[in-house]
């Protein structure tokens, strides 16, 4: 079974509209061993990054391994956005996958203090746990997990 995405099965952050015309499963995938989304077919990503709106660009460049050019998107669509909550999660996913840990910790925290709903909550903290994994701070992460788990379901804090 293939994973689907966190912020696709909770949220839609980076779906809707029908704007892809390949189903994603063959275009990415989330890894369930290391939380992360990984490219299953370069090529058909690489060709799409035209067509992508602002927010799914700069996460298919991180995809892409294309850090600094994602980051820098980042930051003009955060700087530019009068509704910053996408924008920070999108951000720090960036920069998460170039390892700038604290900068995306700061990404994070912004992006939970904005965070209007549990479903929202829940996408951060979920965001805080897969960062905290990638740092090897697993017990960290497993409470982060449980608690953004928790939190969709409607029974956390």
């Known amino acids: 079974m293939i994973a689907v995405s966190w912020q696709l099965m909770t949220t839609g952050v980076f779906i809707g509209g029908g704007r ?12 369930p061993v290391t939380l992360r989304d990984v490219v299953v ?16 660009r700069v996460w298919a460049l991180s995809l892409l391994g294309r850090d600094e050019q994602a980051v820098a998107e ?3 669509l955060l700087a530019g956005s ?28 912004e992006a939970l203090r904005l965070a209007s709903s549990p479903a929202r909550e829940a ?22 997990l449980e608690w953004a788990y928790d939190r969709a379901a409607g029974s956390g804090p």
């Open 74 to 76: 980042g930051r003009l």
């Open 20 to 31: 892809l015309a390949v189903p994603l499963a063959e275009i990415w995938r989330t890894d």
């Open 82 to 109: 009068a509704d910053r909550f996408r924008p920070l999660l999108v951000l720090a996913h960036a920069c998460r996958r170039s390892h700038r840990w604290h900068e995306t910790a700061l990404l994070q925290e």
């Open 41 to 56: 077919d370069r090529q058909a990503m690489s060709a799409r990054l035209g067509e992508y709106p602002s927010l799914e």
């Open 123 to 144: 996408l951060v903290r979920y965001e805080i746990g897969v960062r905290f994994f990638d740092e090897a701070l697993y017990r960290d992460a497993a409470a982060e």
